[in-house]
Structure formats: C-alpha cells, structure tokens
C-alpha cells in the first residue's frame, strides 16, 4: 500500500491511497451494536456511543492529477509522518511513548479476549473440561516450554483422533508456575477415575460431576471432566474465561491463549439500532410475523429474538444474550447487518 502527496507541499493526503494500481479513498461509517451469532444463540452487544468502522472505494485515476504517484518517494516518506509549519512541511516526532504502550496493550487484551470467547461459543462441541499441571520445574516456570509440552500432548492426540479441537489458557500458581486450562473436543481422552489418596473415594468436582485423570497426559497431574452435551456451554466458557480475565501472567507481545487451527468461530456482525433502520425491521417482520411500529428497533430486536439482558461493562457496553438461532435468516437478509473480518 502507498500513500499519496501533494505536488507542492509534499503533504500526505489524508484517507487517500493507492493499492495493486488502485487508488482508495478510506471513510467512515458508524454502527451502535454489533451481534455475535452461531448455532447455540446469539449475543448482543448495545454500545452507549456509534463507534466508526472504515470503508473504502475505488476513485477515477484522474483523481492522482496533483498528487504524487512516484513509488519511491512515498516509500521514503511513508515511514515518516509529517506536518504543516507555518506553511513548510515539517517532521512529526513518532517517538513512541509509555502512554501509547499502555494503551496498545489494553487494546490488545480486548482483542485476545474477544477472540477467545468467539471461539469458545463457536460451533465446536466441547466434550472435556481439564485442568493439566506440569511436575518439571523448568516447564511450569517457562512459558515457552508450557507451550511446547503441552503441544506434544495436542499432536499425541492428534494421531488418533486427527480432528482434535483445543482451547487452552493457562494460570500462575500463587507459589509461582504456571498450570492449564483447556476445553477439548472431537477427540477420546483415556480417562480413570479420580480417587482421593487420604479415604480411597471417587473424586468430584464442586458442581457434582465427577473428576478423571487422563493417561494421554503424561507430564504431570491432570483433571478431566466430561461436559454433559446438553450443559449450559456459556456457564462452562465462563468459568474457563475467568481465568483469562484475571490479572493475565501474558507478558507483552505473548499469547493469552491457545488453540488447534480447526475451531469455528462465532460469526460477528455489525448494525445500527437507529428508528429508520428498515433492513432489520424487514427481517424481524419475516422473522416473527409483525412487529410493533409503537416500539424502537432495539425493542422489537429484543422481543423478537427474546434478547435478555445480561450486564453492563465498565465501558457501559450492554450486554444481551439468547438462545435462538438466526443464521438462516442472516443468510436470507445480508444487507441487515455488515460481516466483522
């Protein structure tokens, strides 16, 4: 990608680039709410204030008349950020600062962790709940060599069962070291019941199901426990988010999480909730038969899909959840909502 300049002042313009011998204008649109969806419901997320997504379209090449298309000069000059002085172009200091670090690395946590849940709510059945520990004390205190053990226990998996689907997060031990948490599926773990050393009893878990050891984990202590089919899957994510929500031991530019490449995630729209937004009030009439013209979108939206609210962040997103599946009626109505890549 190469940014265009002015002729006279050098100046790069603003929103404008060129691409593969294409040149871009980029805007702006504005949407309010953004819609998660798969198989087992779908999630909605009200924003308090219209948050700008970019779009882009070609212009006529004509446009370039008084700009500058050399490549080699926006090379030089795309590195580098400029600014007007008292009618000379002059360099912007782009050192970075602690700020702006700060700042990335919030971003990047909001990121991990909506990816995360994306994939925990996917369309991927999650068959055990485990929690692995690691008796070398090199491996549990590198978390290079974490994730190297615990990939040679995913790839000893993988030989029988080549569709294997991972989500793992790991934890530190107050006392120092790390431990895991994942959620597998399509897969069959070789289990043993758990047995309590102090009485010789079977072991279970606080909720009442009872806990295995796993065979295939041969690098420290496991627990394993089989997620009935019809559980409730958000109650289960949530209990393995948590540990991705606390004071996460992730060190800058180190993953949060992991994952085999074969998980599904959830498909993510976004929409605005305005009065006049007609797209959606058509699929909600095709969707429920008729819809109150006395009541907002978002109301109609909510009694429609049977929305419930679940909490408010700190931010003062909203947060709605059900259980119905819409992803026919997102196949029928695209030009309701606009696809998140």
């Known amino acids: 990608?190469?940014?265009?300049?002015?002729?006279?002042?050098?100046?790069?313009?603003?929103?404008?680039?060129?691409?593969?011998?294409?040149?871009?204008?980029?805007?702006?649109?504005?949407?309010?709410?953004?819609?998660?969806?798969?198989?087992?419901?779908?999630?909605?997320?009200?924003?308090?204030?219209?948050?700008?997504?970019?779009?882009?379209?070609?212009?006529?090449?004509?446009?370039?008349?008084?700009?500058?298309?050399?490549?080699?000069?926006?090379?030089?000059?795309?590195?580098?950020?400029?600014?007007?002085?008292?009618?000379?172009?002059?360099?912007?200091?782009?050192?970075?600062?602690?700020?702006?670090?700060?700042?990335?690395?919030?971003?990047?946590?909001?990121?991990?962790?909506?990816?995360?849940?994306?994939?925990?709510?996917?369309?991927?059945?999650?068959?055990?709940?485990?929690?692995?520990?690691?008796?070398?004390?090199?491996?549990?205190?590198?978390?290079?060599?974490?994730?190297?053990?615990?990939?040679?226990?995913?790839?000893?998996?993988?030989?029988?069962?080549?569709?294997?689907?991972?989500?793992?997060?790991?934890?530190?031990?107050?006392?120092?070291?790390?431990?895991?948490?994942?959620?597998?599926?399509?897969?069959?773990?070789?289990?043993?019941?758990?047995?309590?050393?102090h009485n010789g009893e079977f072991v279970y878990s606080c909720l009442g199901h009872q806990v295995f050891n796993c065979l295939d984990w041969t690098y420290g202590f496991s627990n394993v426990v089989c997620i009935h089919p019809e559980s409730e899957k958000l109650q289960v994510v949530n209990y393995l988010g948590s540990y991705l929500t606390k004071d996460c031991p992730a060190p800058y530019r180190c993953k949060r999480f992991f994952h085999t490449q074969n998980l599904e995630s959830r498909d993510t729209y976004m929409f605005s909730l305005s009065d006049m937004n007609e797209p959606l009030l058509r699929m909600l009439q095709s969707y429920k038969g008729s819809i109150s013209e006395d009541e907002s979108v978002f109301s109609n939206l909510c009694n429609a899909f049977g929305l419930k609210y679940q909490k408010q962040s700190r931010s003062g997103v909203a947060v709605y959840r059900s259980n119905v599946n819409i992803d026919r009626y997102l196949d029928c109505f695209p030009d309701v909502f606009i696809k998140s890549k």
């Open 1 to 197: 990608m190469n940014y265009l300049y002015d002729k006279e002042t050098g100046e790069k313009l603003s929103g404008v680039y060129e691409k593969d011998g294409i040149i871009y204008r980029r805007d702006y649109v504005y949407f309010d709410a953004m819609l998660m969806s798969s198989e087992n419901g779908i999630e909605l997320l009200k924003y308090p204030e219209p948050f700008r997504v970019p779009k882009c379209y070609a212009l006529d090449d004509e446009f370039c008349g008084d700009l500058y298309t050399d490549y080699e000069f926006s090379e030089a000059l795309s590195t580098q950020k400029w600014k007007m002085v008292d009618g000379v172009v002059a360099p912007v200091d782009s050192s970075v600062r602690v700020s702006d670090l700060i700042a990335s690395r919030k971003l990047a946590a909001v990121r991990s962790k909506k990816r995360f849940y994306n994939y925990a709510m996917g369309n991927n059945k999650w068959q055990y709940f485990c929690t692995w520990t690691f008796s070398d004390n090199k491996v549990r205190s590198d978390k290079d060599l974490l994730f190297n053990t615990y990939n040679l226990f995913i790839k000893t998996v993988r030989k029988h069962n080549s569709d294997v689907k991972a989500l793992a997060v790991y934890e530190e031990f107050e006392k120092g070291g790390y431990h895991m948490h994942a959620l597998l599926g399509n897969c069959r773990l070789r289990l043993v019941p758990g047995i309590n050393p």
